[in-house]
């Protein structure tokens, strides 16, 4: 059976403040570059769904529950060590065959990705 996963990639809060694009680095350009050459291969297999870099948590919006009903407020909800960076959807056979892809991103980026089933029709 297929069944879509969730990689979530996450990196510290320093290094991500730090990560301006007046200070690229040429060991995250090649680390990128390898990754992006990785993902080729997924597309390929036809394992790759889709993946997105997510904009800096400072520029995020928290929506919760409140005494006066919904409220929006601004950055993340909670201080974070590590923030989340990045996501990527991927199509596999089994739990094994996410984990060794997560696996060889990490290698690649060297931080930390979170494996996640997504639920599609079995979350109704």
Do not use: C
């Amino acid at each position: 059976m297929i069944m879509k996963y969730l990689l979530l990639g996450y990196t510290p809060a320093a290094a991500w403040d730090a990560a301006v694009p007046d200070n690229e680095n040429e060991e995250a350009l090649a680390a990128f570059a390898a990754y992006q050459k990785f993902e080729a291969e997924l597309r390929a297999t036809g394992e790759f769904v889709s993946s997105e870099g997510l904009g800096h948590p400072a520029v995020s919006v928290t929506v919760q529950k409140s005494g006066d009903g919904v409220t929006a407020t601004d950055g993340p909800y909670v201080e974070l060590k590590e923030v989340l960076a990045s996501f990527a959807v991927i199509d596999v056979a089994d739990q094994e065959r996410a984990v060794e892809i997560a696996g060889r991103i990490v290698q690649v980026l060297g931080e930390p990705i979170e494996i996640r089933p997504i639920m599609g029709d079995d979350f109704a």
